[in-house]
């Protein structure tokens, strides 16, 4: 019904910059909070940065005034400018959305990850 494709990912230096997009398709009536999670090799996954739908945006503190997440609701399509970054963000990135289907109810979709990796 309703597909997330997150993409951008790669191989960079240190202090280095990359772009991550997660575009959602399929019967979409509303997304709500979109959000990009990562997960590094034998750690558990930890939430990032999000975006409500008006806007409102957190982050985790360890990518403040690094990261910079936002979107498209045209496209329907969220975004994570990520610059100066560090070995320890080394990780897979997956984008998540609050997704109304249609005129039904509201579920939680995930896309298939991203891997960044960052070399020192």
């Known amino acids: 019904q309703v597909q997330l494709v997150d993409s951008g990912g790669g191989l960079v230096q240190a202090g280095g910059s990359l772009r991550l997009s997660c575009s959602a398709s399929?019967?979409?009536?509303?997304?709500?909070?979109m959000r990009w999670y990562r997960q590094a090799p034998g750690e558990q996954r930890e939430l990032v940065a999000s975006v409500t739908g008006g806007r409102s945006t957190n982050y985790a503190d360890s990518v403040k005034d690094r990261f910079t997440i936002s979107r498209d609701n045209t496209k329907n399509t969220v975004y994570l400018q990520m610059n100066n970054l560090k070995p320890e963000d080394t990780a897979v990135y997956y984008c998540?959305?609050?997704?109304?289907?249609?005129?039904?109810?509201?579920?939680?979709?995930w896309g298939q990850g991203t891997q960044v990796t960052v070399t020192s």
């Open positions: 998540n959305a609050d997704v109304q289907v249609g005129l039904g109810g509201w579920s939680t979709y």
């Open positions: 399929g019967i979409i009536f509303s997304i709500n909070t």
